[in-house]
Each structure stands twice: as structure tokens, then as C-alpha cells.
């Protein structure tokens, strides 16, 4: 598989702050790319998703930058709240498979 | 939205004895399904492309014939894991493309299933 790296690994973030969390990717023929939020001992969820010909997408406190000439994404959180504690994974996918990023760990402290 | 099940969510098995679990969609059919692995703290691995109605494709050094994939209907996809170990303690967790969706790339994933193998 494809590797996408992911930073960083853990991120402590006080309520109401941004979070942000950034990939990087090789394969240029990624096409989609999806972020999955993932609760302990549940499978991940959708987040929030961007296309390569798209630079910024936002749904409601989550943002994705895309920068495809430097093959880097990432994932801003505003306003950051408890319930947002989870584990995050950027990935990369085309035809087959994702191509999950390493993941990171984020805590919300009040 | 589109729904994927798993069942069982966990189970514990004897060392050599095989374990089946069934990732279904509910409500889209899934002409291709995927299984992941996921071992603790670390993220998900994919093992196999599940493709209705042929074989299964394997990701590189996931062993065919001890990860079983049977992909009978549009609804269903199995893995059994042949005579288990207890290295094959893990989260799996399959998922689904619909298709027919807005979203053709987007993958909708079950819950997960737990496996201890004693």
C-alpha cells in the first residue's frame, strides 16, 4: 500500500481551541481524500471528505486545506470541544482500499 | 445514510479452532466490500478487496488460505479466520462502497469485531 504519514501522533488541545492535524501523501493518484474520526472500540466514522481539485472544504467547526502541489492535507477543528476526543485518520484512497495515515490521538481538556 | 453491520462484535476462540464474522449493508448493496486489521494503538491495515460474485484480492503478506473471504451476495461478505492464534487477536473491521451513492469512492464501515484467541 501507499503510505500517507500523519502528524502528529497526539495533540492536546483546551476547549474551544483549533486542533490541527496534517498529512502527507506520495501516490499521485489519489483521488479522494477522506478524514475518519474513530471512538475506542468502534470502527471509524466519516468526517469529512475533499477532492483534489478543491483547496478547502468546511462542514459546520471541521475545515480541510488541500495543497496538491505539495501533496499535503490537513484537518482544523475549531472551537474544540471534549466530545471531540478521539483518534483521527487522514487517508487517501483511488480505486481500491483506503490508505490509512498512521492516525492521531487528540484530547480536549476543559 | 448507509448502513454497515458486523456481526459477531466480539468473540474469543480456542487456539486452532476457525472463526466466522459477517459484514452486511443494510440498506445499498455493495458490489465491493473491504476487511481491515487493527491492532491496538495502531491504524487500520487493509488485508483484502471482497468483490461479489469473484475472489477475493489479497493485500501482500496477508495469507489467503488462513483469511478466508467469501463476498455470496451484494449484502454480505464473510472472513473466517482458519485455525486462529493468538497473533490473530484483533480488530477487524470491514467496509462498503455504494456504488449507486453520490460519493463512489466513499467506503461506509462497520462497527468492528473484537477476536481473542486464547
Known amino acids: 500500500q501507499q503510505q500517507v504519514k500523519q502528524s502528529p501522533q497526539s495533540l492536546i488541545v483546551q476547549k474551544g481551541g483549533i486542533s490541527i492535524i496534517n498529512c502527507a501523501y506520495e501516490?499521485?493518484?489519489?483521488?479522494?481524500f477522506p478524514w475518519y474520526q474513530q471512538f475506542p472500540g468502534k470502527g471509524p466514522a466519516l468526517l469529512i471528505a475533499?477532492?483534489?481539485?478543491?483547496s478547502e472544504k468546511k462542514e459546520g467547526r471541521f475545515t480541510i486545506s488541500f495543497n496538491k502541489s505539495a501533496k499535503q492535507f490537513s484537518l482544523h477543528i475549531m472551537d474544540s470541544q471534549p466530545g471531540d476526543s478521539a483518534t483521527y485518520f487522514c487517508?487517501?484512497?483511488?480505486?481500491?482500499?483506503?490508505?490509512f495515515g498512521t492516525g492521531t490521538k487528540l484530547q480536549v481538556i476543559p | 445514510g448507509a448502513v454497515v453491520s458486523q456481526h459477531p462484535s466480539w468473540v474469543i476462540c480456542k487456539s486452532g479452532t476457525s472463526v466466522k464474522i459477517e459484514c452486511r449493508s443494510l440498506?445499498?448493496?455493495?458490489?465491493?466490500m473491504f476487511w481491515y486489521r487493527q491492532f491496538p494503538k495502531q491504524s487500520l491495515m487493509l488485508m483484502a478487496t471482497?468483490?461479489?460474485?469473484?475472489?477475493?484480492?489479497?493485500e501482500q503478506g496477508v495469507e489467503k488460505d488462513k483469511f478466508l473471504i467469501n463476498h455470496a451476495s451484494l449484502t454480505l461478505s464473510t472472513l473466517t479466520v482458519t485455525s486462529a492464534h493468538p497473533e490473530d487477536s484483533s480488530f477487524y473491521i470491514c467496509?462498503?462502497?455504494?456504488?449507486?451513492?453520490?460519493?463512489?469512492?466513499?467506503?461506509?464501515f462497520g462497527p468492528g469485531t473484537r477476536l481473542t484467541v486464547l
Open positions: 467496509s462498503a462502497r455504494d456504488r449507486s451513492g453520490p460519493s463512489y469512492n466513499e467506503q461506509f
Open positions: 471482497s468483490n461479489e460474485g469473484s475472489k477475493a484480492t489479497y
Open positions: 487517508a487517501a484512497t483511488v480505486a481500491g482500499g483506503v490508505t
Open positions: 501516490n499521485t493518484a489519489f483521488d479522494y
Open positions: 475533499i477532492r483534489p481539485d478543491v
Open positions: 440498506d445499498f448493496q455493495a458490489t465491493t
